[in-house]
């Protein structure tokens, strides 16, 4: 993975710290040209990894990638599955077996069994599962999706149930249908570790909030510190700036000294921040490397 | 430890479920719900007991507490099975559709010494704990007025087969959205005197409403607008934001920032200063044990836990609490059944009106109009 990985929070609408700049947010990006004119400048600061949730959206930007290969030779998605408002406001509207249903590209299979009103064969869960990935997974074909990860809603929902073979279902399927790394996004990393270790997903990537403050980082603070120090895991960073509370140089400079850190995850909407946090990350890695805090 | 159940697997009941069983103080033995699918998959996967029948689980399984997250009709009769098995309760919102039932059940929680706490899980929000304790500190002075709004993508088209999608089961967007903003009012600024003008509107929905609008009076003067909508394509997920005026400054709150004005004053809050200040959530929220969806869902389920640990009846949240905010959507109910209260009518409008009334009233009308008024 690359040391920086563009994410895609800023074009959605998406800002944890204030509504009104996300909606002026939403409003710059309504056209898929400005976001694309974004993702350009990342491309040509060097930083050729998006990591991007699979939002209707997003397909638009897919298009225009594969219409254009030989432009974007070296660009690479990291697809996270699903957009988790689309299933939470399904499921307010038809409970959650209907947004399931909703998602799914043929009924036959998951009607079939609620009308039976019996329970599903193991062989029939996991076909289910892989079918809603399959459906998420269209819209990047033919385009490279080396890592695809699972997003925090859905990881930490069937974390906190217990339902931890999913995990195990997922990176299968990521792995033998699309020769990609499964990797889990999660706002409970030292809990989510021990989960996948226990049906045995090895040197997993793992995404989860890291910052000075310790925003979003749930079970405590020294809780992750000890599992970065302990666990082997391919770990990647993000919300390092804590929705912009902390300076960029301040929390880089955390950030960049905390051991086995692979990647880290931001968002920018301009071509300057996008080249002063690439600026920044480099000077400061040079740095962890002479410190010898790195893993590699 | 405290065993604990859940009882309704929807999306409430689901994320429900993941919290309290990652609580560490928390023993979950027993689900429930009418799908023996889902039941099923929980059985295979996490080893969970399942029900299909509230009743069975209660005789069956010894448990100190519950959480119902059931269809908001059916709260009632659930929350009684469970109270007078002698177990805390934990509800979703909105607690109970009948004030009365909903009385009966404050005072038989409490009259046996029962912790209860029902879902409004705003009051767990920073920001609004931050507007809490400025407006109950006097910060912006005497407050005059207050616009309550929440918007959200949930009813989009003219469909919609589940409860939510009826008024009669506790549907629609008066229990499911505008109940929330309607609580930090409440929370706020307590019971409210009455209720005006309020128009319960469908855009899609065949047997609930889509959108609220309504105002509400305060015994010390202060009025409120609310204004809601669950067929708001434009927003990404529910928002909920108050904006208060008093006579002292103006607060604007959402769940993610609180921007205060305050005029120059003697008693200025702690850490703020005259005009604009700004305060976060990343500055306003405490970390929790485990994240799911928000930090107030998780710190509330901690503090129902917390209560059931100290033994404290009444509590945030407290069915007597929530039983404040349940006479309010009552009042607006009512309110809206009875239209407009002032109208204009054209005469041919009254002439049409008159003739099917009985005659003593059309000679009064008559007379009056040749009386020239």
């Known amino acids: ?296 | 430890m405290i065993k604990l159940a859940v009882v309704g697997l929807g999306k409430m009941g689901l994320s429900h479920l993941a919290m309290f069983r990652a609580q560490p103080d928390v023993d979950l033995v027993a689900v429930c719900d009418s799908s023996r699918y889902v039941l099923d998959v929980l059985a295979k996967y996490t080893g969970v007991r399942t029900f299909t029948d509230l009743d069975e689980m209660l005789s069956e399984v010894k448990l100190d507490a519950i959480v119902i997250a059931t269809p908001s009709h059916l709260h009632s009769r659930m929350v009684r099975a469970a109270l007078e098995q002698g177990l805390h309760v934990f509800c979703e919102k909105p607690f109970c559709l009948d004030q009365a039932e909903g009385q009966m059940l404050v005072e038989l929680a409490e009259s046996r010494g029962l912790v209860t706490q029902v879902g409004y899980h705003n009051r767990f929000v920073g920001a609004f704990m931050e507007v809490k304790s400025l407006l109950d500190g006097g910060a912006i002075g005497k407050v005059q007025h207050v616009l309550a709004e929440a918007y959200g993508p949930v009813v989009l088209k003219p469909k919609g087969g589940t409860w939510r999608s009826k008024r009669s089961a506790g549907g629609g967007c008066l229990y499911d959205y505008a109940a929330h903003p309607l609580d930090l009012l409440t929370w706020y600024f307590g019971q409210p005197s009455g209720v005006a003008g309020s128009v319960l509107n469908r855009v899609f929905s065949r047997e609930t409403d889509d959108e609220v609008f309504s105002t509400i009076y305060f015994p010390q003067g202060t009025t409120a607008q609310l204004s809601v909508s669950w067929a708001d394509e434009s927003q990404r997920k529910m928002s909920t934001k108050l904006t208060i005026w008093g006579t002292a400054g103006r607060i604007y709150v959402d769940r993610q920032e609180v921007q205060v004005y305050l005029r120059n004053q003697p008693a200025m809050p702690p850490g703020y200063q005259e005009g604009w200040n700004v305060r976060y959530t990343t500055e306003l929220t405490e970390p929790v044990w485990y994240y799911l969806r928000g930090e107030e869902y998780s710190a509330q389920v901690h503090e129902f836990v917390s209560r059931i640990a100290r033994r404290e009846v009444r509590g945030r949240n407290s069915f007597h609490d929530a039983a404040v905010t349940d006479r309010a959507l009552a009042m607006i109910l009512e309110d809206a059944s009875r239209g407009p209260s002032t109208t204009h009518e054209s005469p041919e409008d009254l002439q049409a009106k008159d003739r099917q009334r009985p005659w003593p009233w059309r000679l009064r009308r008559q007379f009056a109009l040749a009386g020239g008024r």
């Open chain 1, 1 to 296: 993975m690359d040391r920086l990985l563009f994410g895609d929070n800023q074009f959605f609408g998406v800002n944890h710290m204030s509504e009104e700049k996300a909606r002026t947010q939403a409003l710059r990006f309504q056209d898929i040209g400005a976001v694309i004119d974004v993702i350009d400048s990342a491309y040509a600061e060097g930083i050729s990894t998006f990591m991007c949730t699979t939002h209707d959206r997003i397909e638009q930007v897919c298009d225009h990638v594969r219409a254009r290969t030989s432009q974007y030779e070296d660009l690479q998605f990291f697809p996270s599955m699903p957009y988790a408002h689309k299933y939470a406001n399904a499921m307010t509207e038809d409970g959650p077996l209907g947004a399931i249903r909703r998602f799914l590209p043929e009924e036959g299979l998951f009607d079939a069994a609620l009308r039976g009103g019996r329970s599903l064969a193991t062989k029939d869960i996991e076909g289910l599962t892989t079918l809603l990935i399959d459906a998420e997974m269209k819209m990047f074909k033919g385009l490279r999706t080396p890592v695809v990860f699972l997003q925090n809603v859905v990881v930490d929902l069937l974390l906190g149930l217990g339902f931890h073979q999913a995990f195990r279902i997922f990176a299968d399927h990521v792995r033998s249908s699309y020769q990609a790394e499964p990797a889990f996004i999660t706002m409970n990393m030292p809990r989510l570790l021990v989960a996948l270790d226990e049906v045995g997903i090895e040197n997993p990537i793992v995404c989860f909030n890291l910052n000075k403050i310790g925003f979003r980082m749930s079970g405590g603070f020294d809780a992750y510190e000890d599992a970065m120090r302990r666990h082997e895991f391919r770990a990647v960073a993000m919300s390092v700036f804590a929705s912009g509370a902390i300076p960029p140089r301040e929390a880089l400079e955390w950030v960049c000294a905390q051991p086995n850190l692979e990647s880290i995850v931001f968002g920018a909407s301009s071509r300057a921040n996008i080249r002063s946090t690439r600026d920044l990350v480099d000077e400061l890695w040079t740095q962890r490397a002479a410190a010898g805090a790195g893993a590699a």
